[in-house]
């Protein structure tokens, strides 16, 4: 497209914007609208993530949970791994909702594609449905990896690419004719909930992320379907 460098960094940041205006005016209905057009199984992807961590590990260990908006998975990683939890988001109104849930956890504003912490500082690091929302998603998983101790762990929880095709279809018939009718009714933002199939649909497939892991240097990467492909849970180790 020709782009010059600045023109780079201005669409980077108005995608940051959008995307930001975007959750802050979805926030007050965040959470209802995730366990209601998931049916709930928005919990069972989130426990699968401290399920696969938990053995991994230390004593004592620090996580930072990445573009953590309500906080749900910081909450689930710290009660069912008892590690040290950091959520952090760029989006005020998505943290304040993840305070007032949990006052023992740190909530803290910043950007995953420039993150406020030095090299090496976290034993593992979270994403869960933020990945995708990043406008680089190579740029993303470089500082991702920044942040990890040397035999630290990464694990990315994203929608995916259901694995079998009738499924497929009816998900994608679902994702685009009926949540952003219900997303829109309910949060009063139909065009968040037509970003939602649409920013999916972009995303890489889990070969495809996998693949982007180890280019950003990962080793171990491996990934999980969960309802039938519906959602990912790719995991890496910085060696
Ligand atoms: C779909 S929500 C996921 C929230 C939470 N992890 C969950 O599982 O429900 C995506 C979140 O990513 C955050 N986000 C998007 N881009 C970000 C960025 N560049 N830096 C920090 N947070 C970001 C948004 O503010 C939003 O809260």
Request: hydrophobic residues 45%.
């Amino acid at each position: 497209m020709g782009l010059t460098n600045s023109g780079k960094k201005t669409s980077a940041e108005d995608h940051a914007r959008r995307v930001r205006d975007m959750f802050a005016r979805i926030s007050p209905r965040y959470d209802l609208l995730n366990h209601l057009l998931s049916a709930n199984v928005d919990k069972r992807w989130r426990r699968a993530v401290t399920r696969k961590l938990r053995p991994l590990l230390p004593a004592g260990a620090q996580v930072l949970d990445i573009a953590c908006g309500t906080g749900d998975l910081s909450i689930a990683l710290f009660e069912n791994t008892g590690a040290r939890v950091v959520g952090l988001d760029f989006c005020r109104p998505m943290l304040e909702l993840a305070a007032k849930k949990n006052r023992r956890l740190s909530f803290i504003e910043g950007d995953a594609l420039q993150l406020p912490f030095a090299e090496g500082a976290f034993d593992a690091v979270t994403i869960a449905f933020g990945l995708r929302n990043l406008s680089s998603v190579e740029g993303g998983l470089k500082e991702l990896r920044r942040v990890l101790k040397p035999n630290g762990w990464a694990a990315i929880l994203e929608f995916s690419k259901p694995t079998v095709p009738g499924f497929r279809a009816l998900v994608a018939t679902y994702c685009t004719r009926l949540l952003p009718r219900i997303g829109g009714f309910v949060s009063g933002s139909r065009s968040a909930y037509e970003y939602l199939p649409d920013s999916v649909s972009r995303f890489p497939d889990q070969p495809a992320l996998a693949a982007l892991m180890r280019d950003a240097g990962f080793e171990e990467v491996v990934f999980e379907n969960l309802t039938g492909g519906v959602a990912a849970l790719h995991t890496g180790r910085r060696i």
